[in-house]
């Protein structure tokens, strides 16, 4: 069975770098047939799609969101990763990653349970 | 991009049906049969109850459905449960992005 874990800081200070990284365990994350997503959900409020990560490298971002993101893969940890820059209070929220199939279709189908992240100082 | 548009509450009695919509544009919703349906319970991850607009993944009740009319999207659930009570997203692909609806509180009266 299929299963990926956040990981990462709590809390974060304004102005600084959130990271995360995701690691899946039950699959790899080489397979021609997903890509490998993020996705927030402030406390209260509705799910925001960050970007999406192929085993290659190649990503997808929220174009809001774009200039502060950057999504990596570590195919030999089989893990991937996310980066926040500049965060401010907006960014505190559940992150989620998640496996999005992909190919003839298009869905997440396996979620992480969620990492809350804190943006204070 | 703006994120796809779903009534913010909906309500019903157990045994009854209810149809939860999702509107976007042709650059999304109307333009590729990509979208997906996500139940999520309190404090739980979303959990995809359909995908491809009508096709239900293993283990999820016949009770779910979904459609698409235009550019706009449903799901359906007949014969509510009380645990069926629950948020409930759609999401889009939408080119080089991926579009999640504002979401719907279902309650279960």
């Known amino acids: 069975q299929l299963q990926l874990q956040e990981s990462g800081p709590g809390l974060v200070k304004p102005s600084e770098t959130l990271s995360l990284t995701c690691t899946v365990s039950?699959?790899?994350?080489?397979?021609?047939?997903?890509?490998w997503g993020w996705i927030r959900q402030p406390p209260g409020k509705v799910l925001e799609w960050i970007g999406n990560?192929?085993?290659?490298?190649?990503?997808y971002y929220n174009p809001s969101l774009k200039s502060r993101v950057t999504i990596s893969v570590d195919t030999s940890k089989n893990q991937f990763s996310l980066k926040l820059s500049s965060v401010t209070a907006a960014d505190t929220a559940v992150y989620y990653c998640?496996?999005?199939?992909?190919?003839?279709?298009?869905?997440?189908?396996?979620w992480g349970q969620g990492t809350l992240v804190t943006v204070s100082s | 991009q703006s994120a796809l548009t779903q009534p913010r509450s909906v309500s019903g009695s157990p045994g009854q049906s209810v149809t939860i919509s999702c509107t976007g544009t042709s650059s999304d919703v109307g333009g590729y049969n990509y979208v997906s349906w996500y139940q999520q319970h309190p404090g739980k991850a979303p959990k995809l109850i359909i995908y491809?607009?009508?096709k239900r993944p293993s283990g999820v009740p016949d009770r779910f459905s979904g459609s698409k009319s235009g550019n706009t999207a449903s799901l359906t659930i007949s014969g509510l449960q009380a645990e069926d009570d629950a948020d409930y997203y759609c999401?889009?692909?939408?080119?080089?992005?991926?579009?999640f609806g504002g979401g719907t509180k279902l309650t279960v009266l």
């Open positions: 039950g699959g790899s994350i080489s397979s021609s047939s997903y890509y």
């Open positions: 998640a496996r999005l199939t992909v190919g003839t279709t298009y869905y997440f189908d396996y």
């Open positions: 990560i192929y085993y290659s490298g190649r990503t």
């Open positions: 491809d607009v009508s």
């Open positions: 999401c889009s692909y939408a080119g080089s992005y991926t579009l």
